[in-house]
């Protein structure tokens, strides 16, 4: 009579497709290659499928044995979606609250945003993760996060989506630069001046490659970054300047100068949440929080300029 299936025989077989070698598969189990190797013959047995063919002294999965991984592939990735419930649960149970910020506003602001939180949630335990809006979507749909801040492009039917704040992007200068004389900057104005900016994928960067080449003037970029502090030091450092959501600029406003930017080029930011999460309440005020400190940003920047 055949022995029913084990769980640590799928293991094995699963290591060995995924490793390579019987040897490697070994090495990840911590246990010996005789042991793998046995496992490997219990689970064809109990199967009644043949798994490898022996090539020159290696194993070469079959057919079947692909057609099995896949299944098998399928029912782990269940089980790590069935973890990140239980991890969802137990954060909520421990007052525990994770959070995605797209790295233009994982500075100043988020900091601001968490004292505030804080305060007013004490027993809560807050973790603050700085990711590109694609990786924050992601890990928000496999429930990794609960509430992320990325960019207005993001647009996912698994989330839900709440626009933050969409503004004209301003003009930042170094306090002693010749621009802080005008009361609007227009592109001609920024034809070959040294510019900060951030890296080609971001939207911010797309949208000011395309207002430049829509005048025709030239874009001198002579340093790029990935966050939007950076951008504001490297130009309150009189290094060039920029064009930047004024959310960005949070906390500079007595090292760099804004000015009004036209033709007016708006830039957006959504939260985003997984609809009935589980700590609801923890994200409801956390929420809360962005905006607030968002319209308090943006009337300290706008009337410091």
């Known amino acids: 009579m055949k022995r029913q299936l084990n769980l640590r025989q799928i293991e094995a077989f699963k290591a060995v497709i995924e490793q390579g070698t019987v040897s490697r598969a070994a090495e ?9 190797s046995k496992m490997l013959t219990h689970l064809e047995y109990s199967s009644d499928l043949t798994l490898f063919d022996r090539v020159r002294g290696k194993l070469a999965p079959t057919r079947q044995g692909m057609r099995l991984y896949a299944e098998i592939d399928r029912i782990f990735a269940g089980l790590r979606q069935l973890e990140q419930a239980i991890d969802s649960i137990r954060r909520d149970e421990q007052r525990h609250l994770t959070v995605g910020s797209l790295p ?19 027993d809560v335990t807050l973790a603050i993760h700085s990711r590109s809006s694609q990786i924050v979507t992601e890990w928000l749909v496999t429930r990794q996060l609960d509430l992320g801040l990325v960019h207005g492009l993001v647009d996912n039917t698994y989330l839900v989506r709440e626009p933050l704040m969409e503004h004209a992007l301003v003009c930042a200068l170094p306090p002693s630069h010749p621009l802080c004389k005008k009361k ?38 002579v340093l790029e970054t990935d966050n939007a502090p950076s951008v504001c030091e490297f130009v309150a450092s009189g290094v060039g300047v920029s064009l930047i959501h004024p959310l960005f600029g949070g906390g500079m406003q007595d090292r760099i100068v804004l000015r009004r930017f036209e033709p007016e080029v708006y ?11 589980q700590n609801s309440s923890l994200v409801d005020a956390f929420f809360h929080e962005i905006r607030q400190v968002a319209d308090e940003v943006f009337h300290e920047m706008l009337s410091s300029s």
């Open 28 to 36: 990840i189990l911590y246990i010996s290659q005789p042991a793998v």
């Open 104 to 122: 233009a506003l994982a500075g100043s602001f988020i900091r601001r945003v968490s004292l505030n939180f804080l305060k007013t949630h004490p």
């Open 184 to 221: 609007v900057i227009r592109p001609r104005d920024l034809d070959n001046v040294p510019f900060v900016t951030f890296f080609f994928m971001s939207q911010t960067r797309q949208l000011v490659e395309t207002v430049f080449e829509d005048h025709g003037v030239r874009l001198n970029i």
């Open 267 to 277: 830039f957006r930011f959504q939260l985003c949440r997984m609809p009935a999460s």
